[in-house]
């Protein structure tokens, strides 16, 4: 079946730090990959997103890379701001004639940036 | 509207008692998707809607959850006699149509708390 692994949190960085969020999947076919941001007591937001291998999604200084061959799409960002602190989630949507269907999600990794 | 709204924002019930949840997705998107996030974050996909009609209704639980789109009406999701555990955060999503570029708007959610 499809499913998301991603790193169990909370993730505690000093401002400027680097950031590394590692997400896995399972999927068959070919699924698209997105990282989704939820602020405290907000929805979810789409972060990035890529729709094949290979493809590299960024936005507001993350990125991540779909990588097919070692079923991963890791989210990254070279220094992380107190407004980053949130949860993270990464999802994704199975193969279905090539259409986005519904998101299957990863149970979310905690950001604690401090000054 | 510009935005996915959901109402109410929070909502109590009693066990036993009768949930309803709705949903204005943007206007113009075909799609309609709900979720629900239990526990500290999880996410669970339980149906979605293309217009009126059911797309996808495997993560619907088969007693007591029902949906509905109709037109020039909110969505909804309605709880018959809710139990302790259908407290959770339940979001609603919205897309234009289905493709690999597609992303899903979501709402601020409503807040179920059974008691």
């Known amino acids: 079946g499809n499913s998301v692994t991603q790193m169990e949190g909370p993730v505690t960085l000093s401002e400027e730090a680097f950031l590394t969020i590692n997400c896995t999947y399972t999927?068959?076919?070919?699924?698209?990959l997105f990282w989704y941001v939820q602020y405290p007591g907000e929805g979810l937001q789409l972060l990035l997103k890529a729709t094949k291998a290979d493809d590299k999604g960024s936005n507001k200084g993350f990125e991540a890379t779909y990588r097919k061959e070692t079923t991963s799409f890791h989210l990254e960002k070279g220094s992380v701001q107190v407004s980053d602190s949130a949860v993270y989630f990464c999802?994704?949507?199975?193969?279905?004639?090539?259409?986005?269907?519904?998101?299957?999600f990863g149970a979310g990794t905690r950001l604690a940036v401090h000054p | 509207g510009e935005e996915v709204a959901q109402t109410p924002k929070h909502l109590v019930r009693g066990e036993g008692q009768k949930a309803k949840l709705y949903c204005a997705p943007i206007k113009g998107h075909s799609y309609v998707f709900w979720y629900q996030q239990v526990l500290k974050n999880e996410f669970k996909f339980l149906i979605s809607?293309?217009?009126?009609?059911?797309?996808?209704e495997t993560g619907m639980p088969k007693e007591r959850f029902s949906a509905k789109c109709l037109p020039n009406s909110p969505c909804s999701l309605e709880i018959q006699a809710t139990k302790l555990e259908d407290s959770a955060v339940y979001f609603c999503?919205?897309?234009?149509?289905?493709?690999?570029?597609?992303?899903?708007?979501f709402g601020q959610g409503t807040r179920l708390t059974v008691v």
């Open positions: 999802a994704l949507s199975p193969s279905f004639s090539g259409g986005y269907n519904k998101l299957i």
């Open positions: 999503a919205s897309s234009p149509h289905t493709g690999l570029n597609t992303e899903a708007f």
């Open positions: 999927a068959t076919g070919y699924p698209s």
């Open positions: 809607f293309q217009n009126e009609n059911v797309f996808d």
